[in-house]
């Protein structure tokens, strides 16, 4: 991912989040390059992930016992 922002257009948190990473205060008419990168090892464990919460999520909405979890701690649980 690759963006490019005034400062001006950035919400405040995010401001705050980048002024921290630098380590000083931006100005307002300064721009501010952002780029982000995926790990693939990453990705790939977290859509595993998450496929296979949907799978027990979709054999609790079957009917199906999946141990004691509800839906929503399998949802909390792909979260994590």
Known sequence: MHQTYRTTELAAED????ERLLGRMLQPDEAVEI?????PELAEAESVARSRAAARIL?????????????????????R
Do not use: M
């Not at 401001?15 to 980048?18: L, P, T, V, W």
């Not at 909405?61 to 792909?78: M, N, Q, T, W």
């Open 15 to 18: 401001r705050s989040i980048i």
């Open 35 to 39: 780029i982000a990168y995926v790990i």
């Open 59 to 79: 054999e609790l909405a079957k009917g199906k016992h999946v141990g004691c979890l509800s839906a929503r701690d399998l949802i909390e649980e792909d979260r």
